[in-house]
């Protein structure tokens, strides 16, 4: 195993066993997996870097609860994997020697996730800590990139934008083709092949240049005649004239043209 730091797991929410799982397949030394109710209290147990993987609002008191034991952390690393908040939550344990660090996944974590492949990881913290990050993303096939404290919750936010609203707005494209008679079970199996290909597109050019479309043609009357047949419909015109705009602004056009 060379260099690569042992693990330990705090929390088997989706994201603990998604990662104890995945650091197993990959030969990582999973030393030790904790509960809620199975709390740290002697270094012995821990690896060389510490995973915090419970949910956000339990984030502090865990954190709390390993500083009330005063454990030495020295030659450790504590990282949390919240989207939101920064290594300096981590700071009561810093007192305790460890190096602090988070280290959020940008994808979407279920109780199916088995693999981290290919994803990157958002890291801010102390130098040494984001090293032993780095090398165990890397044992996962996965990346590593540094940010700024004040930039994780907006990245977060656009990790949101990106991977939630993308669900809701096929919802809303299987309302539009409600509209039409046709049901959800028919148009999202229909649809979902265009996003793929969309998605693919986007990998492999520029963004503008994965446009396809009225907008991207230029085609004005397609449009309203869009426009028109989502009058009234519980805001999804609304919704479509919004993202229209910011369509038009990516193609390189004048939004008040079609909107």
């Given at each position: ?14 994201v603990?066993?998604?990662l ?9 030394n ?15 147990r ?22 009330r ?24 344990l ?9 280290f ?5 974590v279920?109780d199916?996730?088995?693999s ?9 913290g102390?130098?040494d800590?984001?090293h032993?990050?780095?090398v165990?993303?890397?044992q ?7 940010v700024?404290?004040?930039a ?6 656009a ?9 809701a ?11 039409g ?18 998605l693919?597109?986007?990998?492999n ?5 994965a ?13 309203e005649k869009?426009?028109?047949l989502?009058?009234?419909n519980?805001?999804?015109q ?6 229209g ?5 990516l ?7 079609f909107?």
């Open positions: 195993m060379g260099n690569v730091p042992s693990v330990s797991i705090i929390g088997l929410g989706n603990g066993r998604a104890c799982n995945a650091f197993k397949t990959a030969e990582v999973v030393e030790s997996v904790f509960t809620k109710s199975d709390p740290v209290t002697e270094t012995s821990l690896g060389d870097v510490v995973l915090l993987t419970v949910r956000d609002d339990t984030l502090n008191d865990v954190i709390d609860e390993l500083s034991h005063a454990i030495d952390l020295s030659f450790k690393t504590v990282a949390h994997c919240s989207g939101v908040h920064t290594s300096g939550v981590l700071a009561p810093k007192s305790l020697g460890a190096q602090v660090a988070s959020h996944p940008i994808m979407a279920t199916q996730t088995v981290f492949e290919g994803i990157w990881f958002d890291v801010e102390n130098s800590a984001l032993q990050l780095s165990l993303a890397a996962l096939n996965a990346q590593t990139f540094a700024q404290p004040g994780k919750p907006l990245l977060h936010a990790a949101v934008t990106a991977s939630n609203y993308m669900v707005l096929v919802y809303v494209a299987s309302l539009v083709a409600e509209k008679g046709i049901s959800e079970e028919e148009s999202i199996p229909a649809l979902l092949p265009l996003m793929e290909a969309t693919q597109n986007m990998k050019q520029p963004l503008p240049d446009l396809t479309g009225p907008i991207a043609r230029g085609d004005f009357k397609t449009v869009h426009l028109q989502l009058e009234n519980d805001g999804i609304e919704v479509y004239t919004i993202l705009k910011f369509t038009a602004q193609a390189g056009k004048d939004p008040d043209s909107f």
